[in-house]
Nanobody, 127 residues
Framework: QVLVVESGGRLVQAGGSLRLSCTAS????????MGWFRQAPEKGREGVSC????????YYEDSVKGRFTISRDNAKNTLYLQMNSLKPEDTAMYYC????????????????????WGRGTQVTVSS
């Protein structure tokens, strides 16, 4: 059974920083591309940042480039998203996702058939 669990979301002021974590169990973690999507009210899920199974490459949505950093610790089955210089526009429910094989680009751009989703963690950035 695969279980994906996010943590770390909270209320933060604009300009602040936050680190999200995602743990995945029930899978061979280093065989999975991993990523972060977000969904704001009345909007679809958007690929924010995704990384290859070994963390050797990464995709970033244009609006977060230079502010967010994705990383993974395969020994701990954990994915991270370091978010700096947060903006109110970053407010959303953030979801962790795991995809067997494939690249981070493919995952974040929606080029997948089946993935494992976490339930999300809420990030709210006040202005």
């Amino acid at each position: 059974q695969v279980l994906v669990v996010e943590s770390g979301g909270r209320l933060v002021q604009a300009g602040g920083s936050l680190r999200l974590s995602c743990t995945a169990s029930g899978l061979t973690f280093d065989n999975y591309a991993m990523g972060w999507f977000r969904q704001a009210p009345e909007k679809g899920r958007e690929g924010v940042s995704c990384t290859s199974s070994r963390g050797g490459s990464a995709y970033y949505e244009d609006s977060v480039k230079g502010r967010f950093t994705i990383s993974r610790d395969n020994a701990k089955n954990t994915l991270y998203l370091q978010m700096n210089s947060l903006k109110p526009e970053d407010t959303a429910m953030y979801y962790c996702v795991a995809k067997y094989r494939g690249s981070g680009d493919e995952l974040c751009l929606g080029r997948y058939a089946s993935v494992y989703w976490g339930r999300g963690t809420q990030v709210t950035v006040s202005s």
